[in-house]
Nanobody, 127 residues
């Protein structure tokens, strides 16, 4: 059993910053690549960023590239998403997700490739 719990969401003005965290507990040895997805009201789940198990590889959606940074600390079983220069269009529920397979491949931005999911944390960016 694996549990993912997100934290750090909140209300911020446009141009501001927020840092999200995801705590992974349980059978953590079975979790490899980690990702962040988001879902705005009335929209589908959108890929934001992903990081490999080792932390040496990362991938970002074009919409957040240069503004968001994903990182992980395997010793503490945590994954972070630093979000800078936030825009109103970044408003969404942000979900942490984990893959069961060790591959780092072209599927890393597909939500159905992730097996473990947190319940999400709301980020609201005001204009």
């Amino acid at each position: 059993q694996v549990q993912l719990v997100e934290s750090g969401g909140g209300l911020v003005q446009a141009g501001g910053s927020l840092s999200l965290s995801c705590a992974v507990s349980g059978r953590t040895s079975g979790v490899y690549s980690m990702g962040w997805f988001r879902q705005a009201p009335g929209k589908g789940r959108q890929f934001v960023a992903a990081i490999s198990w080792s932390g040496t590889s990362s991938h970002y959606a074009d919409s957040v590239k240069g503004r968001f940074t994903i990182s992980r600390d395997n010793a503490k079983n945590t994954v972070h998403l630093q979000m800078n220069s936030l825009k109103p269009e970044d408003t969404a529920v942000y979900y942490c997700a984990g893959r069961k397979t060790p591959e780092w491949d072209a599927k890393i931005d597909l939500y159905y490739e992730y097996y473990y999911w947190g319940k999400g944390t709301l980020v609201t960016v005001s204009s």
